[in-house]
């Protein structure tokens, strides 16, 4: 059974780049037709879809976030990322990286609480 | 983008009973609705896929109902581990996926 696990530090300054990146155990980043996505969770509030990437490289934004996100995979490492540039106080959340098989959400890991702070 | 709203807010049901949410979208997204499950402290879980089909090992008496815009999961008999925040996604019309805002079904 695939397990993910998120890493990356925990405290980011305002306007600065976050940096994080999932481990996939179990399985590899290759095997099916799957997406590796990353979803954030504000505290006490809900769900938003960051993006996903496919391991050849091809990834797909939230509209909303395009401009400061990019998504990469290592498959040398079964790893994929995330970075967020230029953040504020309301990139503060949860975040969980999440195996999609097209198009269930359907392995989470546990999730790294990241707070932007200066 | 696709809106998902739920309701209630809040759902207050005892245990043993039937307890129905509701997720409406703002535009017909066809049968492309999924539900997850999020217990306090943990990761969402995905208990239902194509608004009506019992993602595995999901028990029976969870069940989802609709097409379209308007939605239901509807839990038969509530058992404790029920007790949870439940939010539906929409994947008809993406990017972006789009969550509801969810419904906390609390102990009555």
């Known amino acids: 059974q695939v397990q993910l696990q998120e890493s990356g530090p925990r405290l980011v300054k305002p306007s600065q780049t976050l940096s994080l990146t999932c481990t996939v155990s179990?399985?590899?980043?290759?095997?099916?037709?799957?997406?590796w996505s990353w979803i954030r969770q504000p505290a006490g509030q809900g769900l938003e879809w960051i993006g996903r990437?496919?391991?050849?490289?091809?990834?797909n934004y939230n509209p909303s976030l395009q401009s400061r996100v990019t998504m990469s995979v290592d498959m040398s490492k079964n790893q994929f990322s995330l970075k967020v540039t230029s953040v504020s106080a309301t990139d503060t959340a949860v975040y969980y990286c999440?195996?999609?098989?097209?198009?269930?959400?359907?392995?989470w890991g546990q999730g790294i609480l990241v707070t932007v702070s200066s | 983008e696709i809106v998902l709203t739920q309701s209630p807010a809040t759902l207050s049901v005892s245990p043993g009973e039937r307890a129905t949410l509701s997720c409406r979208a703002s535009?017909?997204?066809?049968?492309?609705l999924a539900w997850y499950q999020q217990r306090p402290g943990q990761a969402p879980r995905l208990l239902i896929f194509?608004?009506?089909n019992r993602a595995t090992g999901i028990p029976a008496r969870f069940s989802g109902s609709g097409s379209g815009t308007e939605f239901t999961l509807t839990i038969s008999s509530l058992e404790s581990e029920d007790f949870a925040v439940y939010y539906c996604?929409?994947?008809?019309?993406?990017?972006?996926?789009?969550f509801g805002q969810g419904t906390k079904l609390e102990i009555k």
């Open positions: 999440v195996r999609e098989t097209w198009p269930l959400l359907d392995s």
């Open positions: 179990g399985g590899s980043l290759n095997s099916g037709a799957n997406y």
């Open positions: 990437i496919e391991t050849g490289g091809s990834a």
């Open positions: 535009q017909s997204i066809s049968n492309n």
């Open positions: 194509g608004a009506s």
């Open positions: 996604k929409q994947y008809g019309n993406w990017p972006p996926y789009t």
